[in-house]
């Protein structure tokens, strides 16, 4: 735990530890995911605006006079491809046999790899068109890291997980120690960590002298 980066949440400022593009801790990261996926959307047949998913292209009243069409369309003509009857996978063009009405590939394995390749392109037109690379950079150097050695909340789009290099050399040495004594070697540990205390009160008083 000595060397993880430990973060501030961006959004209720929680301690918490994560990857490096972790911005918020669990709790509130599950909010924003929410926030992300239902949004507000426009449907494609009025023009209404409507709370929907990603795939969402129609509002409810549209989309359930879309699916009274489908059904009377269906009455009318019948099933298209009816069960049992053989069809082509649209993954690797082998005929099979159709078990449902939705069945659109040969096995589970193709249908795996066609969802992939689908999840692969979504996103990569998704990241293009919404500019996330950029995005994900400003954010990085937005980040609220927390010094692991001072306890200071400091921000750095650099992988380092102290505030400033006499911290990144105290926290070395403390680091050391441990594997020193790990290997057996006698080290007087409590040293280290009282030092440390003494800087973290030190750092605390002066940002409350600050405030």
Request: hydrophobic letters at 20%.
């Amino acid at each position: 735990m000595q060397n993880r980066t430990k973060k501030s949440c961006q959004v209720c400022g929680k301690p918490f530890y994560g990857p490096n593009d972790y911005f918020y801790c669990p709790e509130c990261a599950r909010e924003k995911k929410i926030e992300t996926v239902v949004r507000i959307r426009t449907c494609q047949d009025c023009g209404v605006e409507f709370f929907g998913g990603p795939r969402a292209k129609r509002c409810p009243d549209c989309a359930s006079k879309a699916k009274a069409e489908t059904s009377k369309q269906h009455r009318m003509h019948g099933t298209r491809r009816p069960l049992g009857s053989t069809d082509k996978c649209q993954w690797c063009g082998a005929e099979y046999t159709v078990i449902c009405g939705r069945q659109k590939y040969c096995s589970d394995k193709c249908q795996r790899k066609a969802v992939l390749e689908w999840q692969r392109e979504h996103k990569k037109s998704y990241s293009k068109t919404s500019r996330q690379y950029i995005k994900q950079r400003e954010r990085r150097k937005q980040a609220k890291k927390i010094c692991v050695y001072c306890g200071r909340i400091f921000t750095s789009d650099k992988p380092t997980n102290t505030c400033s290099e006499y911290c990144r050399q105290e926290q070395r040495k403390i680091t050391q120690c441990i594997a020193d004594i790990n290997r057996g070697y006698n080290r007087d540990m409590q040293k280290y960590i009282n030092k440390r205390e003494e800087y973290r009160k030190e750092t605390r008083k002066s940002e409350n002298d600050q405030a």
